[in-house]
């Protein structure tokens, strides 16, 4: 229900296939390690490529515009653009991500100090928060500023564990 009547979320996620799927994972997991005999495990079936379905899909720009549009004329707080409320989110939890990116460099993955994973964070904020310009474009391209090799690791340490 979420994906199809919640504006917010599916102005342009509209239930990624790849997150729904790491969810069900998880899920299935915490249920086996719980299960006390073999026959209460469960396992997740392959989905054939052909079975995927309105989930996967993405809304076009100008709709996306559109929806956000009207599920924030209601909303003040909210900022206009999608972009945006990611960004405070982000701002408001800044010290708890750039931690969470330093201690995950321990394990080899992201950054090596606080000062880059800040300003890898930074750079993420900034491209967001221009994400107005796309509801502003009349085509369906999409003409981001590219993120420097920091400011990508950022977006998708942020996109894996957020």
Not at 141 to 158: D, H, I, K, N, V
Request: aromatic fraction near 8%.
């Amino acid at each position: 229900v979420m994906e199809r009547e919640v504006p917010a979320y599916s102005c342009r996620v509209m239930g990624d296939a790849k997150h729904w799927r790491k969810c069900l994972e998880v899920a299935t997991k915490i249920h086996n390690e719980r299960a006390v005999e073999d026959d209460e495990r469960v396992s997740l079936p392959n989905v054939p490529a052909d079975q995927s379905g309105w989930w996967v899909k993405k809304n076009s720009v100008a709709k996306a515009g559109e929806i956000w549009s009207e599920y924030c004329s209601q909303r003040p707080w909210l900022a206009p653009t999608p972009g945006g409320e990611v960004s405070l989110f982000m701002i408001r939890n800044r010290e708890m991500i750039v931690d969470a990116a330093v201690a995950a460099a321990s394990l080899g993955d992201c950054f090596d100090d606080e000062n880059t994973a800040d300003e890898a964070l930074r750079e993420v904020i900034q491209v967001l928060l221009e994400w107005d310009v796309y509801f502003d474009q009349s085509s369906e391209e999409e003409t981001a500023q590219p993120l420097s090799e920091s400011g990508l690791r950022m977006a998708l340490f942020a996109a894996e564990e957020m």
